[in-house]
T-cell receptor, first 116, second 118 residues
Framework: DAGVIQSPRHEVTEMGQEVTLRCKPI?????LFWYRQTMMRGLELLIY????????DSGMPEDRFSAKMPNASFSTLKIQPSEPRDSAVYFC??????????????FGEGSWLTVV | AQTVTQSQPEMSVQEAETVTLSCTYD???????LFWYKQPPSRQMILVIR??????QNATENRFSVNFQKAAKSFSLKISDSQLGDAAMYFC???????????????FGKGTHLIIQP
């Protein structure tokens, strides 16, 4: 089975530009998570969805960040406008139903964003 | 809020030796899950091992095992017969057994950088 698929793997963009990160969760998983990893703050949960519905977005740093999940197989994380401090690795992760697989969360390979 | 602490920023071990990575956590919950994830230079997060808090038996996956001390809120990872491919960042993570609200995500420690000496 394919794992969590993220794109792009790497992106370099100029400050002020819009950035869209994409994620395809594992088929059949009903929870999807967006995490951000930086040297200073480590791994932070930004937002997660259950059955395509945003449940907790308290980790989204600013209004410049938005996330959508229009269907069970696709999600986006958008930053508009981007700033240099947004440079980080952004991970998408998914999880099957709560009683399946011991609640394990499976991660994508990450999108490495650099804002210059 | 739950917190996860990894007190060893970096550990070094000789190839074929055994190493133990420490993790402590703080929670008022009785139902939860604990995980160790490995992050090699490729940056991918790979699940190493997981433990359900209600299970007294320590989880084991081949060369990887945990020492879960619920009363002490300690969850250490032991890697036996260390191999060069084990070199990576290792993250300890906590997940609540509750559902809803902010309970469904993982809370991570800061990580331990494991170096394998050939």
């Amino acid at each position: 089975d394919a794992g969590v698929i993220q794109s792009p793997r790497h992106e370099v963009t100029e400050m002020g530009q819009e950035v869209t990160l994409r994620c395809k969760p594992i088929s059949g998983h009903n929870s999807l998570f967006w995490y951000r990893q930086t040297m200073m703050r480590g791994l932070e949960l930004l937002i997660y969805f259950n059955n395509n519905v945003p449940i907790d977005d308290s980790g989204m740093p600013e209004d410049r960040f938005s996330a959508k999940m229009p269907n069970a197989s696709f999600s986006t994380l958008k930053i508009q406008p981007s700033e240099p401090r947004d440079s980080a690795v952004y991970f998408c992760a998914s999880r099957p139903g709560r009683m399946v697989s011991g609640n394990t969360i499976y991660f994508g390979e990450g999108s490495w964003l650099t804002v210059v | 809020a739950q917190t996860v602490t990894q007190s060893q920023p970096e550990m070094s071990v000789q190839e074929a030796e055994t190493v133990t990575l420490s993790c402590t956590y703080d929670t008022s919950e009785s139902d939860y899950y604990l995980f160790w994830y490995k992050q090699p230079p490729s940056r991918q997060m790979i699940l190493v091992i997981r433990q359900e808090a209600y299970k007294q038996q320590n989880a084991t996956e081949n060369r990887f095992s945990v020492n879960f001390q619920k009363a002490a809120k300690s969850f250490s990872l032991k890697i036996s017969d260390s191999q060069l491919g084990d070199a990576a960042m290792y993250f300890c993570a906590y997940r609540s057994g509750r559902s809803g609200g902010g309970a469904d995500g993982l809370t991570f420690g800061k990580g331990t950088h494991l170096i394998i000496q050939p």
